[in-house]
């Protein structure tokens, strides 16, 4: 079993910065793929971002491509997301998953297990 744990959320201006971390605990870190996805309010979840357990591959929504990077630090069995340029519209849940697979993807349904969140708000 693996127990993931999200920080890093708060309230931001337009246009700032924030960088979450995944902390996992439980497994080996490196043997899975991560991702990010996020909820806003009303609307169905969406991936926003994965990576390869190695950190080689990456993936990005084209929401985030430009403004977002996704790493990982293996040794510390933990994985971020910094998100730069921060929009309203990036306003949502943010919930880490990883994939017993080398494989990032884009499918929730792909995930073996997720974090209970850390919520982003960005304010015009």
């Known amino acids: 079993q693996v127990q993931l744990v999200e920080s890093g959320g708060g309230l931001v201006q337009a246009g700032g910065s924030l960088r979450l971390s995944c902390a996992a605990s439980?497994?080996?870190?490196?043997?899975?793929?991560m991702a990010w996805f996020r909820q806003a309010l009303g609307k169905e979840r969406e991936f926003v971002a994965a990576?390869?357990?190695?950190?080689?591959?990456?993936d990005y929504a084209d929401s985030a491509k430009g403004r977002f990077a996704i790493s990982r630090d293996n040794a510390k069995n933990t994985g971020y997301l910094q998100m730069n340029s921060l929009k309203p519209e990036d306003t949502a849940l943010y919930y880490c998953?990883?994939?017993?697979?080398?494989?990032?993807?884009?499918?929730?349904?792909?995930?073996?297990?997720w974090g209970q969140g850390t919520q982003v708000t960005v304010s015009s």
């Open positions: 990576i390869s357990w190695s950190g080689g591959d990456t």
């Open positions: 998953a990883l994939r017993t697979s080398y494989y990032p993807s884009r499918a929730i349904r792909n995930y073996d297990y």
């Open positions: 439980g497994r080996t870190f490196s043997f899975f793929a």
